[in-house]
């Protein structure tokens, strides 16, 4: 506990302290394309890999995950879908109910074949432990206490590392959103700030280090449900009127349910199922988004290496690999302003995606 303790407080303090300084938005900047984009493919075929690795999830239920992933993919993508929900209203209630169709489906698929069991509802209200959880597991009780200066120092190299899957993150969420953007014309002004989100971030794990020391962190990213919202968000104002909204009314929806003990206990056995749908929503669409945002045939190269890297050995060893590549590559170009650049006019980056 106490090196959790000071673990995600070391977190918070370098991720807020980014975020203040402005340093968190220029480094988030100067990283090319090349480099976002095979932390994108990266982070979407890691995601498959933890459905369908020998012994993991799809292994224990490998017919309910089909006919689930199935149906889902059904709903989120299929353009036949999509234009089957504009003649029926019915069909368009669905589609906005996201990944929780499938889910449902699965409640009953998994039983009937034999691989969960059938859930035991009960009733009542689930009443958090905050008092136990302050007195017996935080720094001010006495059973914990506070971390030696030892600890923190022994912490720092993890933050360290830490800190490259957190910038993952945020690199993931802004391409997100910003092709959740180009689907709506400019009728809502969505501005991400890696800045305000690292502020964010270290506001979050600074507090929960102290008031609920938690091992998952606080990141910027529940990515699978951030994909699930702007997939919806997407589809126009009638489905969503605000991506603020959309991601608020999830949240409120979530946190509702943890008190509400028939919803958790019918939800638990499909957990294993839960897991691989958002894992393999997300994984679709980062490695689509991914191969997107690289602009021409270098870009994809790296790109390339760079997730593979990273499913291999971790993104501390990818994001080293990719600025080295970048770095041969690029050359001094490597350190210009990125997000503002155009391509099209540098006679360097003669090979282009889609030209002959």
Sequence with gaps: MHALIAFE??????????GASGLAKRFVNIVPDALKSGILLGAGVAAVKLVFDPGLK??????TITIAIGLAFYILFSNHFKALKVKHKVLKYISDLGLVPPLV????????????PWPKIQWGITIPQF???FTQWTPFSSRIGWPALSVFLGALPLVAA??????????QADA?????????NGDENIHFDANR???IVGIRNISMSMIGPDITMCGPLWAAMQVVTCERYKQGPEAMD???????SFRMGTFTGYFLTPIVTLVKPILPIAFSLTMLVQGYVAVRVGILKARTFNDLGIAGIVAAVLISRGAAYALGVGVVLCLLIFGKEFFRNWSSYDKQNDPVFNSKIGVE
């Excluded at 407080?9 to 980014?18: K, P, Q, R, V």
Aim: zero cysteines.
């Design 58 to 63: 799809f292994d224990t239920a490998p017919y």
């Design 176 to 184: 997100l959103i910003d092709e959740a953007r180009e689907f709506r």
């Design 131 to 133: 008092y136990t959880l």
């Design 105 to 116: 489906l699965a409640i009953f698929i998994a039983p009937l074949v034999g691989e969960l």
């Design 242 to 248: 605000s991506l603020y909204g959309g991601v608020a």
């Design 9 to 18: 407080m070391e977190l918070g303090l370098f991720a807020f302290i980014l």
């Design 197 to 199: 989100n690292n502020m």
């Design 162 to 171: 830490v800190y490259i899957v957190l910038f993952g993150e945020l690199i």
